[in-house]
């Protein structure tokens, strides 16, 4: 996989000072690589990626492909298709306070699906939620926000609320099936959203 990063990537790589943070990015990437190239039908290595100050990456002399990466933990869920689509996948952390975050972060509404839930439930509804959210910051190309507490998204997904300001075009959640312990969403201006899934694994 390292073989397919561009130097930037590799560069990037070589910042993580955690080990494991750096191969995770290293297969996540050279998985995105890898996909592209099956898309595109061209080297996996020539693939130029359009980047950094904020913007939403792009592939460059592709314009019409469209993706979005994301990882946690031991996985990373990676989205292309004809059109913009955000992708978060989240460990469900079992040390995290969730009624400060929800708090600082969640719509009224959102707030009260976890608090109808207790326990177990409440905690994975968090983190679907949390998904959604994030999934929808990265397809709009918002990005981090102080204004998280006026989107809303039902745990179910479906369409998003959020101010015209920071999405004119309605967009809609779906959740995705996730490993056991993990949530995962994907998020398109797309209602019926079709979603081909394909799994694999680059363990040694």
């Known amino acids: ?50 980047e950094g100050d904020g913007r939403k ?17 031991d996985f990373a869920l990676i989205a292309v298709g ?25 719509h009224p509404a959102e707030r009260a699906i976890l608090a109808a839930r207790s326990g177990t439930a ?22 981090l926000t102080d204004h998280l507490t006026a989107i809303s998204v039902s745990l179910e997904g479906g369409p998003i609320s959020a101010p015209a300001s920071l999405a004119p075009e309605t967009w809609y959640a779906t959740p995705l099936d996730a490993p056991p312990g993990y949530k995962a969403s994907i998020v398109s201006r797309n209602a019926h959203l079709s979603v081909q899934d394909r799994t694999a694994s680059f363990t040694p």
């Not at 990015?25 to 693939?47: C, M, N, P, W, Y």
């Not at 409440?122 to 990005?143: C, D, N, P, S, V």
């Open 57 to 73: 990456p792009e592939l460059r002399d592709h314009p019409s492909v469209h993706f979005n990466l994301s990882h946690s933990g």
């Open 82 to 106: 004809p059109q913009s689509v955000g992708v978060d996948i989240e460990a469900i952390r079992p040390d995290i306070k969730l009624s400060a975050l929800a708090e600082a972060n969640f």
């Open 122 to 143: 409440a905690r994975e509804a968090f983190f679907q939620i949390w998904a959604h959210k994030e999934a929808f910051l990265k397809a709009t190309g918002i990005g």
């Open 1 to 50: 996989m390292r073989a397919l990063l561009s130097a930037d990537e590799q560069a990037r790589a070589g910042r993580f000072k955690l080990r494991a943070d750096h191969e995770r990015f290293v297969k996540s990437r050279g998985a995105l690589r890898l996909i592209h190239a099956e898309r595109t039908a061209q080297d996996a290595r020539a693939r130029v990626f359009l």
